[in-house]
């Protein structure tokens, strides 16, 4: 077939098709828009999904046949790997297809073993690590540098200071705020890295970054306790962009604040007098490098200095004129500084590390490479050779050797090592046998997969978890071109994975706000915090509660610190069906998705700076039983901080 007869018998078909969707859209009765789900219009919907998805399909065929770049508009707001559901997954299936990555299914909608495999080829392509077939930020960044292929929400903004111009909105916030980048590294004289970074959504209004505030101190090591006898220039970055510098060697930019647990005084160093500004509704990552002195002493080497975001370390100014702060930091980030050429080697937590979540498994089959745990390696000073990664294994339910059939090493998308563990709840094993080759100054990606045994509800019970950390202090072995061994730093603790045969997976990034309303005429403002999230029931029907304080679990953060949990002062509300069987109570048909928002309110009276937490979210597989099931929610799932005026 020529290519001119193919363009045209794929754009028959693509009109051919819309014209049925069409057909059918219009066919569709009045009632299917009702929140009560008929026969009907369930399978309307069904072929009006199947037609898009081969409409979807067909378009970007015949843009791959043409040359041309898919141009897909979807908005990107959270991460995606197997069993995702959705628009996005269509968009993104559709942008792999136009780019000649084969999805034999086409753009279905659902994250399968195909839509995997072709995203870890376009990543191995394109220089992103680990190439794992996981749609994370490092990913979602990539694709929006691409030209403009695909709109996202999350893209990060890359301007640089901007000193004049007009905020645009209104009251704002930050908003789904976290901490990325909290990177473990070492570093010798006159040698610099990127150490820790946030990240947040500029929500309401333009908001003007005027201050960034990091805390140091010595936390091991017989180095010196002053930072600025090691540190040369402090560096803020937005992106790729400068914002400002500061010379970390002058004692007068440093200031004291507080003390750590090892009794060593906890230093502060600011970026003051900034005008860096993010767009409203833009997504924008910060992040900090330091770089050491020229020349580093025999008795100032040799330390390890922690490295963390300042209680509300970051403000910034909406287009009203109000402040707005971030929470405290509440991770913290290593640097290892010694004067030594011997080399040394780094571990890192990956950029797109596995939050906390639940993955649909089977009742009699596998299911096969799920990731676990991502790190990084960065050697310094040397080039590296890793013949030994020791890993750590925790599992709840169930043991491991139960659980996982076996563990596999991959170095970006090329499987290096498969490793099983005996028996026991929680276990230490080793990949061994390795040849990894790190050159100097290079950081490479790996990832740590499983493969999973069938949840049977005896052997490995329903809500089997397993966790995989990697650690340094087992038998870790790493060496030089001389074959000396060389220090290996940082550590990396993976999260629960969970597995389920029935429950609901929840959307990785939820869209959250934090609003003060005025209460009265005196002036006390009461907190309002909001959570929307998709979820997407699997197994058979799921049921929660109406009530919010059954459904969620949660906290409050005053100043950075927990002070309370989340429980009556919590709604909910839902575009999921009421059940049948009890009006109290809302039921998530299998396979459906739908939209959840949570709300909190604070009373008035509260004189401080208040976050909201979302821990956990309570579901059963009947009415009687709404509460029985729980699946913890990971990070992202924290409101930013506004001030309550008493």
């Not at 080039?383 to 599992?395: E, G, K, L, Q």
Request: charged share 10%.
């Amino acid at each position: 077939m020529t290519i001119a007869n193919f363009i045209a018998k794929t754009g028959a078909s693509v009109a051919g098709a819309s014209l049925v969707a069409m057909s059918l859209i219009a066919a569709v009765p009045a009632a299917a828009q009702t929140t009560t789900t008929t026969t009907s219009s369930t399978d309307y919907a069904a072929q009006i999904a199947a037609l898009t998805a081969q409409i979807a399909s067909l378009q970007a065929m015949l843009s791959a046949s043409q040359g041309g770049s898919m141009t897909t508009s979807a908005t990107f707001t959270r991460d995606l790997t197997i069993g995702s559901h959705g628009t996005d997954v269509t968009a993104l299936q559709t942008w792999l297809i136009g780019k000649g990555f084969t999805i034999s299914a086409g753009a279905t909608g659902y994250f399968g073993a195909q839509t995997k495999a072709a995203l870890a080829a376009w990543q191995a392509a394109n220089g992103v690590s680990p190439a794992a077939g996981y749609f994370g930020p490092l990913t979602r960044a990539k694709v929006a540098s691409m030209g403009g292929s695909t709109t996202t929400t999350t893209t990060t903004t890359t301007g640089g200071t901007t000193t004049t111009g007009t905020l645009s909105g209104g009251e704002g916030s930050l908003d789904n705020f976290k901490i990325v980048g909290a990177t473990n590294t070492s570093l010798n004289a006159s040698d610099s890295d990127t150490i820790y970074g946030f990240e947040f959504k500029a929500t309401g209004s333009d908001l003007a970054v005027s201050r960034v505030d990091y805390d140091v101190y010595l936390s091991a090591g017989s180095g010196a306790t002053h930072p600025w006898s090691i540190f040369k220039t402090a560096t803020l970055m937005h992106g790729n962009t400068t914002v400002a510098s500061v010379d970390a060697s002058n004692m007068s930019n440093w200031s004291e604040d507080g003390t750590a647990s090892n009794s060593n005084q906890i230093y502060r160093i600011r970026f003051d007098g900034l005008k860096d500004v993010v767009k409203m509704d833009t997504t924008a990552d910060y992040y900090l490098m330091l770089s050491t002195q020229n020349a580093i002493s025999n008795s100032n080497a040799g330390g390890t200095y922690s490295v963390t975001l300042a209680s509300q370390g970051v403000r910034a100014t909406d287009a009203m004129g109000l402040q707005q702060y971030s929470t405290t930091g509440t991770t913290w980030a290593t640097v290892s500084v010694s004067n030594n050429t011997t080399g040394s080697l780094v571990l890192s937590t990956g950029s797109d590390n596995p939050q906390v979540s639940t993955v649909q498994a089977s009742t009699n089959a596998q299911t096969s490479g799920v990731v676990l745990t991502t790190f990084t390696l960065q050697a310094k000073d040397s080039d590296v050779s890793v013949y030994t990664i020791p890993a750590t294994v925790a599992t709840t339910s169930a043991t491991a050797t139960n659980i996982v059939r076996s563990f596999k090493l991959y170095q970006g998308s090329t499987l290096i090592d498969t490793e099983s563990i005996g028996a026991g709840a929680s276990n230490n094993f080793t990949f061994k046998n390795l040849n990894i080759k790190i050159p100097a100054g290079s950081t490479q990606s790996f990832s740590v997969q499983a493969d999973i045994n069938s949840v049977d509800g005896a052997v490995v019970p329903e809500g089997s978890s397993v966790k995989v950390s990697i650690n340094t202090a087992g038998n870790f072995d790493a060496e030089n071109a001389n074959g000396d061994q060389v220090s290996v730093t940082g550590t990396v603790t993976g999260n629960a994975i969970t597995f389920r045969t029935i429950g609901l997976s929840f959307d990785t990034n939820p869209v959250t706000s934090a609003t003060a309303t005025s209460v009265g005429t005196s002036g006390t403002q009461q907190g309002n915090f909001t959570f929307t999230f998709n979820v997407t029931a699997f197994g058979q029907d799921v049921y929660f509660s109406k009530t919010g304080s059954v459904a969620v679990s949660g906290r409050l953060l005053a100043n950075g610190t927990a002070t309370s949990t989340v429980a009556s002062s919590t709604a909910l509300t839902s575009t999921a069906d009421t059940s049948s069987g009890n009006s109290n109570n809302y039921v998530v048909h299998s396979g459906q998705t739908k939209s959840i928002t949570v709300t909190v309110t604070v009373p008035a009276g509260t004189n401080a700076s208040l976050s909201a937490i979302l821990d956990s979210f309570h579901y059963g597989t009947t009415d009687a039983t709404v509460a029985a099931s729980s699946t913890s929610l990971t990070t992202n799932y924290q409101t930013g901080p506004v001030y309550l005026h008493s």
